[in-house]
């Protein structure tokens, strides 16, 4: 595991898996949120994210924590591993309800500079809605890029550490 995608629904648990992973396999971290989202919520344009990617993906290792569309294709050709993180939608807005409340007023670490968290109807809807206007594309896109084999589907809390021990054990014995 050298070039690592992580996607998912807001709220799946994407950027805590990066973060444990990254530690774990000493790997380089992007968080798309950081990169793509400008001051007061303002998203960089398609050409500004393909340009971000472009720099980041030719590089020897990373892992990249996100699910936006801006160069899919070429960031799954490119990972050696793929880990789409399709928990339950209520699992998923529960955290998200938790996120809220924990850091409403303040910018987390995995998001863009001067986004702070606020509550947003727009993006409640967004998570409602996943599992059947961006899952299907992901999983297109994830079917007609990548060696099957090295795709990890991970369905509940229970599955993701469950991967992250069997990584860890991994990486143990290749050290």
């Known amino acids: 595991m050298k070039k690592v995608v992580v996607m998912g629904s807001s709220g799946s648990g994407k950027s805590t898996l990066c973060r ?14 950081v990169l793509f989202w400008k001051p007061q919520w303002i998203m960089t344009s398609e050409d500004e994210q393909e340009e971000i990617l472009q720099n980041i993906i030719p590089k020897q290792s990373w892992i990249i924590d996100g699910s936006y569309s801006a160069c899919l294709a070429e960031r799954l050709s490119a990972a050696d591993t793929v880990i789409f993180l399709d928990l339950p939608r209520k699992i998923c807005l529960f955290r998200i309800a938790k996120r809220l409340l924990q850091n409403l007023g303040k910018t987390r670490k995995d998001m ?22 961006r899952k299907p594309y992901i999983l297109n896109t994830i079917k007609q890029t990548v060696n099957q084999q090295n795709v990890h589907i991970l369905t509940s809390p229970a599955a993701v550490k469950a991967f992250i021990v069997a990584k860890k054990i991994e990486n143990e014995r290749e050290n």
């Open 112 to 133: 863009g500079e001067g986004c702070k968290e606020r509550f947003n109807l727009e993006f409640i809807k967004y998570i409602w809605d996943y599992p059947k206007k």
């Open 20 to 33: 444990t992973l990254a530690s774990e396999l000493q790997l380089p971290l992007y968080h798309l949120d």
